[in-house]
């Protein structure tokens, strides 16, 4: 993770922690609103990286050696990331955005005293998601 991206979650994450300490607390609508934005952000933000996934395997760059690196080189910033550093691609970024948006969305919930609602939710969809792959 970026060193701003790291500060940004860990902002989020002390926000989120103040929410449930009731430290951190919002008007209702200004917290849903917000919340239902993040929201809104994050699955804008997961159809994005599904569609970054299937730039793996790029095509049409031609059979010159030159080219093959080029593409390789393209496929790695997608999705494979460099040598030096496996994370520095496009997937991994946007990794890093849904995991803050998520961290702003339920920091506001808290804020408003509706975090509990967002967690039984999310831990009934990977139930259900469990149960389709098994």
Known sequence: MTDNAEAQLKTWQNFKEQGINGQFKMD???G???S??????????EEIRADAVSLDHLSGFGGL???????????????GGAPHDPNDNALARI???IEIVTTMRDAYLAAIGKLENVDQQN?????SQGDQLN
């Open 32 to 34: 849903k609103a917000l």
């Open 65 to 79: 050696p030159s080219a093959k690196a080029l593409q390789t080189k393209f496929q790695q910033k997608a999705v």
């Open 28 to 30: 209702t609508a200004i």
């Open 36 to 45: 239902d934005r993040c929201e809104q952000l994050r699955l804008a933000l």
């Open 95 to 97: 990794d890093q955005h």
């Open 123 to 127: 831990s009934q969809t990977l139930t």
